[in-house]
């Protein structure tokens, strides 16, 4: 798939000369990137990779000269949930707020049984990379600094951090980046490994393969997730997570409802768990979506 | 900043199957900010036996930038200029990933030597060319390979004859190569810069 700036140049050229056409040729793609830096810098300046807690009525405020359904839902959330926590819309920002929130639930609860639930897996997907191929120095980077990041919000460390130096951290570039993109490995990873199981999703979102998929939606910065990523990053690892849905859907049904989906992570393979009887974890992760975008949900 | 120790390792990894794979890459400079990377010419194209340069250079955001590749040695395909070598490949640009490697995206390149994608050009006139009139198109592409990716070869009165050929005047032609060791690439882009 090649972007559609290409296309327009090839298009532009047909009613040009030959050296013009040159031009655009040498010069067209730097602009291109340029230009995408350029809108990624001004969307930085609106907005850092993560904002601040707000309360809910933030949110209804934005609405308040717009859909008086969105209010209404927004009023529905206000009984279950206190506050907001922003994101930036560059396409990671699902990653990134999986990040914060996930990393702040640790720090707040000190759960070690977790850590050392989610470091196991971790070193799964080091070994699925493995045997897919991957070469050990594309990933052990993002690897090594997302587990320090979770052994920094465990207490009682010379390293242990604080939740406004967390905040700092995930604000930083050269940490949320490396972060966002040990998750797309992870992502990437827990695809193609049970690629029969994803396959049938991925061809309802795109025409493509599930190896074409991974290369163009999930390992490239930037590209939004859908529930396809959600899944696969719940399932490896062993994270479940809520997406709370605020749009204009089911509005004609009289009462205003608010949507949601919990993404359970997949029955664990242990040899011995037996079917059904394994312990179901409540999501400690909320999201909330509104088309194109996730943020980070607080309940009450 | 240049994630200077992963391009180290890419480097060593690159090196350790150079013959399996004949994809080589090499520093320029010492900070390793530059490099060239070469790739054969795939076997069944107008680009077989061939060695093709390319220029390449990482952005401060490397690996999360894609590096600037172009090639240096002229090639004649619908999606690299033939004039400035500037490649035409999505994953250069905006599929670019971190999971990707020099090494893998100079097999990218060479895997687009040999399926060009003619309706996403990067040279209009050779992708028209390829599209109307694939039997010219495929004796260009393997006369530039004869030409430029196979220099090393040619002794100097073949390089003379092929200039000659292409409409400079002799004594020019010989002052030019003498004045660049030989090169018959850069002899060819001074006297066409000149």
Same mark, same amino acid.
């Given at each position: 798939m090649q972007n559609q700036n290409q296309n327009q140049e090839g298009q532009l050229a047909d009613g040009q000369t030959a050296s013009e056409f040159e031009d655009w040729a040498s010069f067209g793609d730097d602009d291109i990137m340029q230009q995408h830096s350029a809108i990624r810098s001004a969307e930085a300046d609106k907005i850092p990779f993560l904002g601040d807690k707000e309360p809910l009525s933030a949110l209804a405020a934005e609405y308040e000269s717009g859909s008086p359904i969105l209010l209404e839902k927004i009023?529905?959330?206000?009984?279950?949930?206190?506050? !907001?926590?922003?994101?930036?819309?560059d396409g990671n920002c699902f990653f990134r707020s999986f990040m914060f929130s996930y990393l702040e639930h640790i720090l707040e609860t000190q759960d070690r049984a977790e850590v050392d639930q989610i470091k196991a897996k971790v070193e799964e997907c080091r070994k699925t990379l493995q045997s897919l191929g991957y070469a050990d120095f594309t990933f052990e980077d993002f690897f090594a600094l997302f587990l320090e990041q979770l052994d920094c919000v465990l207490q009682g460390?010379?390293?242990? !951090?604080?939740?406004d130096e967390l905040i700092n951290r995930s604000r930083d570039q050269? !940490?949320?980046?490396?972060?966002?993109?040990?998750?797309?490995?992870v992502t990437s990873g827990e695809i193609r490994k049970r690629s029969e199981f994803f396959e049938p999703f991925i061809l309802g979102l795109t025409n493509a393969t599930v190896e074409q998929f991974c290369k163009s939606s999930v390992e490239p910065m930037g590209e939004e997730s859908d529930h396809v990523h959600i899944t696969a990053l719940s399932d490896a690892l062993g994270v479940p997570i809520r997406v709370v849905y605020l749009d204009r859907s089911s509005c004609d049904t009289g009462s205003v409802s608010v949507n949601h989906h919990d993404f359970i992570p997949a029955a664990d393979d242990l040899p011995n768990s037996t079917s059904g009887g394994s312990v179901t974890k409540n999501p400690f992760i909320t999201l909330l979506y509104r088309p194109g975008h996730y943020d980070i949900l607080y309940a009450k | 900043m240049i994630d200077f120790a992963r391009v180290q390792k890419e480097l060593q990894e690159c090196s350790r199957d150079i013959e399996a794979s004949g994809i080589k890459?090499?520093?320029?400079?010492?900070? #390793?900010?530059?490099?060239?990377?070469?790739?054969? %010419?795939?076997? %069944?194209?107008?680009?077989?036996?061939?060695?093709?340069?390319?220029?390449?250079?990482?952005p401060d955001g490397y690996p999360f930038e894609p590096p600037k590749m172009q090639f240096a040695t002229k090639v004649w395909h619908p999606n690299i200029s033939s004039q400035s070598g500037a490649i035409c490949l999505d994953i250069l640009k905006d599929q670019w990933s971190p999971a990707l490697t020099l090494k893998t995206a100079l097999l990218s390149v060479q895997a687009l030597l040999s399926a060009p994608q003619p309706d996403d050009p990067q040279d209009a006139v050779v992708a028209q060319q390829y599209l109307k009139d694939y039997q010219t198109f495929s004796g260009t592409a393997r006369y530039w390979t004869e030409t430029f990716a196979k220099t090393s070869s040619l002794g100097v009165e073949e390089k003379v004859q092929k200039l000659v050929e292409m409409g400079f005047h002799e004594a020019i032609v010989r002052s030019t190569l003498d004045a660049v060791g030989g090169d018959e690439? #850069?002899? #060819?882009?001074?006297?066409?810069? %000149?």
């Open positions: 009023k529905v959330l206000g009984d279950q949930y206190v506050a !907001i926590r922003r994101t930036r819309g460390n010379d390293s242990s !951090i604080s939740h050269s !940490i949320s980046d490396y972060v966002v993109m040990f998750f797309r490995f | 890459v090499t520093p320029k400079s010492e900070n #390793l900010a530059r490099l060239t990377g070469t790739i054969p %010419g795939p076997i %069944g194209t107008p680009y077989e036996g061939g060695t093709f340069q390319i220029d390449i250079s990482l690439n #850069l002899a #060819l882009e001074k006297l066409c810069s %000149g």
